[in-house]
């Protein structure tokens, strides 16, 4: 007995690859799992820290410190141990009198008092600016080597002779030095050993407004962070901040590696599952549709991708990346029930895998769901700058939400809003990939279709010339699927583009339709002269014509199914009513019968209901709203009763109201106008 393997269905195939590339691509590090806020009470157990980390400066404080440090100048001096050594040789020669035997005193305390360092008593001088010269601060060079010193370390060459006479004083109390040094001279061989150096402090002063040091000190391996309801002050936070940054950074995951895989797993199979249900609880049929499926499952990928390059490789640009261009993506092939929840699932990697996921998550989720509404109407030309300014504006506004919380990053604002600026304009930048994916995915885009719409088209343009009866009830089936559409909600520029192509195969053989035949007086009539079976042939033979016509034009397959179904299997009534009435066999009509198939999607109903109810509507002998009423009912039951709707997936709501907006349609175009009196006289 063989045994077989189940297959796996094909629709599942596109999921497994896109978990396996989800998996390949999440973090291998562990995730720091603490959610805090400053003025909160801290929820968790008693935070230790695991290792040794740095207290991060937040870029306000950096920045602040740059500021300061580039209005305070810290003079640099050179130290000469040439004039250390002449001072003391030239103290060594100084005629002290009968106080002589001071000599060595002297001397040895002005080698303590030079060792240390002596400017001159005067400012130093700087080039232009505003910056002023620290009073608490030097830089001295000794030895090739500059150090930051305090000035209360070196001497001023007043605080130099103060120094010696206060040094000696306690050994010789009966001696009135001061007096003896004047005298001696003693003072005037004091001159300064730190030589200031002008070049040299602007340089200085230059490199130092630069470099600021990112740390303010450092939490040792053990100690505590915070403790169980303490509330987290803006130090705590920042400490939190530190110890988040280093952990996600170096520590990495600790336990078994397996877990952390396994963990990988589960998240992906997670994101695959929600994304597969968004479609089907939305529009299942998607699922069969190989072409919209794949391209939902691609853009899907392309923004999961993203988020994690960016996190891995540039997590402080995230705010840069135009994310609702992918919503836009999705909103050129599809409707708006499957664009917001696909969209939703995309952004859910942004949500779990980053730092400030949940500030992202919901910035990107506002300024999508806005901007599918408004792209609608600013979608063409420099209106589009406009849609991108108002995704700026919704995307600042979360953000300044967020910063007034406190929660997020504490990094300068305006740096991130000047990100936000960028990632708004290149919304617009990328949206053009949409030609590239409507290439690739053999797709039709909305703009694709409105371009169909246009009635300039050579196309439409030829059929105007060739069957201008038959353009006509295009325009008018038009203006109806216009006004149904939009009240049943559906796709409403498929089925305008639709509704100017589904005939498209009369102008092949024009004359043989009544809306294009001439008036004058003894014209002959196309029918004349054939039988019933062949007029229904000709008649019948438009739809293969349109789809041979819309082929070799390149339509796309979207507006050939309309013009296969917009008849779907129903007959030519009057050539088979002609054919019954002169004494055909009712059991052989096959030959009056449209090859379909039946309409299946809400559309091509609407776009079949709109095309019988135009052209019979030139019949109407009475135009009152319970004519219209009749009229539309008996239209409509003709056809569910010929079995034509039985596999279209309409409700009945949507019926209703596509006869509601049929009979007010009607009114309006068949309504009454004023009698004008003719003038007496």
Not at 393 to 410: P, T
Request: hydrophobic residues 45%; contains cysteine; glycine residues 6%.
């Amino acid at each position: 007995m063989q045994i077989s393997t189940p297959k796996i269905p094909r629709k599942f195939i596109p999921l497994i690859l896109v978990f396996a590339v989800l998996v390949l691509l999440m973090p291998r590090t562990a995730k720091f799992n603490y959610d805090y806020k400053k003025g909160a009470a801290w929820p968790y157990e008693t935070l230790i820290s695991q290792f040794d980390f740095p207290i991060l400066k937040t870029d306000e404080q950096i920045q602040a410190e740059r500021e300061q440090a580039g209005s305070i100048v810290v003079p640099y001096y050179r130290y000469s141990e040439e004039i250390s050594s002449s001072v003391v040789k030239n103290a060594q020669s100084v005629d002290l009198g009968a106080y002589n035997s001071l000599r060595p005193a002297v001397v040895t305390r002005l080698g303590d008092i030079y060792a240390k360092g002596v400017i001159s008593d005067g400012k130093v001088k700087l080039g232009q600016g505003s910056a002023q010269v620290s009073q608490d601060l030097i830089y001295i060079q000794k030895d090739k080597r500059a150090v930051q010193y305090p000035v209360s370390e070196v001497y001023r060459i007043s605080d130099a002779r103060d120094q010696l006479v206060a040094g000696l004083a306690k050994t010789y109390p009966s001696v009135n030095l001061d007096s003896l040094f004047r005298r001696s001279g003693l003072y005037d061989v004091l001159i300064p050993n730190l030589q200031y150096d002008r070049s040299m402090t602007e340089l200085t002063h230059a490199d130092s407004d630069d470099y600021v040091s990112p740390t303010l000190g450092y939490v040792k391996a053990d100690e505590k962070i915070v403790s169980k309801g303490e509330i987290v002050t803006a130090e705590v936070a920042q400490i939190l901040d530190s110890y988040k940054a280093e952990y996600n950074k170096v520590f990495g995951y600790d336990g078994p590696r397996i877990l952390l895989y396994l963990g990988n797993l589960l998240i992906g199979l997670a994101l695959v599952v929600i994304l597969y249900f968004c479609l089907y609880f939305s529009n299942p049929k998607i699922l069969d549709d190989r072409r919209r499926y794949l391209y939902i499952v691609s853009v899907f990928l392309l923004s999961s991708v993203v988020t994690f390059l960016m996190e891995r490789l540039a997590p402080g640009f995230l705010y840069m990346i135009p994310y609702p261009v992918f919503a836009l993506y999705l909103l050129a092939f599809f409707r708006k029930k499957v664009v917001l929840p696909v969209y939703m699932v995309s952004l859910l990697p942004l949500l779990i895998f980053c730092g400030n996921g949940m500030e992202l998550f919901v910035m990107y989720l506002t300024a999508g769901a806005v901007t599918i509404e408004t792209f609608g109407r600013m979608g063409k030309g420099w209106l589009q700058f406009l849609n991108a300014a108002i995704i700026f504006g919704v995307e600042v506004a979360v953000f300044l939400g967020f910063r007034l919380i406190d929660v997020g990053s504490n990094s300068v604002w305006w740096v991130n809003v000047l990100q936000i600026f960028v990632g708004a304009l290149f919304t617009v930048a990328f949206y053009p990939l949409i030609y590239v994916f409507e290439r690739v995915f053999n797709l039709v885009s909305v703009t694709r279709l409105l371009e169909l719409a246009d009635t300039n088209n050579p196309l439409l343009q030829e059929l105007s010339a060739k069957a201008p009866g038959t353009f006509q009830h295009c325009l008018q089936v038009m203006n109806m699927v216009d006004a149904v559409g939009r009240a049943t909600d559906a796709n409403v520029p498929l089925l305008r583009a639709a509704a100017l192509y589904h005939d498209l195969g009369k102008m092949q053989n024009p004359l043989c339709f009544i809306e294009n035949e001439t008036s004058s007086p003894g014209a002959a009539k196309y029918h004349d002269g054939k039988t019933p079976a062949e007029s229904a042939a000709d008649i019948i033979r438009h739809v293969e014509d349109g789809l041979a016509i819309a082929t070799e034009h390149g339509l796309p397959e979207e507006i050939k199914v309309f013009i296969r179904t917009h008849h779907g299997t129903s007959f030519t009534a009057y050539f088979l009513n002609k054919y019954l009435n002169s004494g055909g066999d009712p059991s052989d009509v096959s030959a009056f019968a449209y090859h379909g198939p039946k309409p299946t999607s809400k559309e091509e109903v609407i776009l079949m209901i709109c095309d019988s109810i135009e052209a019979a509507s030139r019949t109407l002998k009475e135009f009152t709203p319970e004519a219209f009423d009749r009229f539309v009912e008996e239209i409509v039951a003709g056809k569910e009763k010929a079995g034509q709707l039985e596999d279209a997936d309409i409700t009945l709501r949507e019926m209703n109201l596509m006869k509601s907006m049929l009979k007010t349609h009607l009114q309006q175009i068949y309504h009454g106008r004023v009698v004008y009196p003719k003038r007496k006289g």
